[in-house]
């Protein structure tokens, strides 16, 4: 029956689309219906920031060093196999990498495994209002990749909708939502805040038979030792090239060497949030395209003995 099946909610968009920021007002929503819930954070680096940002959730797995589409598809169908045997969780959320495609993510849960334990998922889908405004300068593969995200979806979260110059624009990019995904529900956020609850949709979406995957994309993660110059920070970070889409981690400047920084950047606006006091390590990865490794370990280096 139906009802004695496990709903699986995935959250997918593009890196730094805001897909953290929004389960951080979306997870209570979900706790308030549903007992029994877990979260699977796919992080494509090394270095899980969002588990530590979303640490109010009792059930939590993390899956790295991939992508839960591809490289990581069949350890994400094991995953949520034991969460459901060994946990008896009644919803499962997945929030995908930024580079993850939602269409190979729905096929894997007809994996045989799975596929009589599981609802047949809904996809939520985080973009950024700019994102949709800029798309035709981005790479063929980025656009395709996004647009395939938005097809996917039964829910599209317009995020940083404030970003946007003015009303034309807004209405622009919700035109453009709806030219690629016409029977999802579209909704125009601010920091990922929500001003309803999303009922859980999982109807049939018309998709392509196959996807063409996704970009070839790099990260790269590095610890510092301490508290670092924030001027010379901000001046690295308005300095990265435009193939680097996202960098994000924990950091500290010398200036308030005890205060820890949720530090965000998705181009071309970086943001920096003190948290206090934290035990996390002090690291940050970047992800993008055609990283030189080599110059940007150099320029940390240097931010973190000058």
């Known amino acids: 029956m139906l009802n004695n099946k496990t709903k699986v909610t995935i959250v997918n968009g593009f890196l730094g689309s805001g897909k953290t920021t929004f389960l951080s007002n979306y997870m209570p929503q979900i706790l308030k219906n549903d007992e029994k819930v877990a979260l699977i954070v796919n992080e494509f680096g090394n270095f899980d920031m969002d588990s530590e940002l979303l640490n109010h959730i009792d059930t939590k797995v993390s899956l790295m060093h991939g992508c839960v589409c591809c490289d990581l598809q069949t350890e994400l169908v094991s995953t949520i196999h034991h969460l459901i045997i060994h946990n008896q969780v009644e919803h499962i959320v997945i929030e995908a990498t930024g580079i993850a495609n939602s269409i190979d993510m729905l096929m894997a849960c007809e994996d045989p495994i799975i596929s009589q334990r599981v609802q ?4 939520i889908t985080i973009v950024s209002a700019s994102d949709i405004c800029r798309k035709a300068s981005f790479s063929q593969a980025k656009q395709q990749l996004i647009e395939d995200q938005m097809r996917a979806s039964h829910h599209i979260i317009i995020n940083k909708i404030d970003l946007l110059d003015n009303a034309e624009q807004q209405t622009e990019a919700v035109k453009a ?4 995904a016409p029977h999802s529900q579209i909704i125009s956020t601010s920091y990922g805040q929500l001003s309803q609850v999303l009922s859980y949709d999982n109807t049939t979406q018309k998709m392509p038979a196959q996807t063409t995957g996704h970009p070839t994309f790099q990260s790269m993660t590095y610890t510092f030792q301490g508290p670092i110059a924030q ?3 901000i001046e690295f970070i308005l300095k990265l090239p435009e193939t680097i889409h996202r960098a994000k981690g924990f950091i500290r400047f010398r200036a308030e060497p005890q205060e820890t920084i949720v530090f965000q950047f998705a181009q071309p606006v970086p943001s920096l949030e003190k948290i206090g ?5 002090l690291s940050i990865v970047l992800i993008g395209e055609h990283l030189d490794k080599a110059q940007l370990r150099n320029q940390l280096d240097m931010l973190q003995f000058s």
């Open 231 to 233: 001027d010379a920070f």
């Open 277 to 281: 006091e934290s035990d996390v390590p």
């Open 177 to 180: 939502a709806q030219k690629y």
């Open 120 to 123: 047949s998922p809904q996809v």
